[in-house]
Nanobody, 123 residues
Framework: QVTLEESGGGLVQAGDSLRLACAAQ????????MAWFRQAPGEEREFVAA??????????ANSVKGRFTISRDRAVTKNTMYLQMNNLKPNDTAVYYC??????????????WGQGTQVTVSG
């Protein structure tokens, strides 16, 4: 069983920064790959960024490259992932979801999902 809880969303102005966090509670051994997705109103959910179980492999959507940075705590017993978002734009407005999975790689393979945190960028 995996429980994911996002935090850090909010209302900011264009050009501002936000840092999202995702805390994973895991009841079985094994390291999870983790990722962020987002869904804007009226749009399908889209991939934002992913990080491998070791924390050394990252993947980004083209729309956020150079502005967003994904990272995670490397302690085996602590699965916490972050998304540092800089130079935010109005079209970054969305509900941001944390995802995790043993087979996760890039934008696919995630079995567990959080409830989401709202990010609103005015501008």
């Amino acid at each position: 069983q995996v429980t994911l809880e996002e935090s850090g969303g909010g209302l900011v102005q264009a050009g501002d920064s936000l840092r999202l966090a995702c805390a994973a509670q895991v009841s079985f051994p094994g390291l999870l790959s983790m990722a962020w997705f987002r869904q804007a109103p009226g749009e399908e959910r889209e991939f934002v960024a992913a990080i491998g179980a070791s924390g050394t492999s990252t993947t980004y959507a083209n729309s956020v490259k150079g502005r967003f940075t994904i990272s995670r705590d490397r302690a085996v017993t602590k699965n916490t992932m972050y998304l540092q978002m800089n130079n935010l734009k109005p079209n970054d407005t969305a509900v941001y979801y944390c995802a995790a999975g043993l087979r996760g790689r890039g934008s696919t393979g995630y079995d567990y999902w959080g409830q989401g945190t709202q990010v609103t960028v005015s501008g």
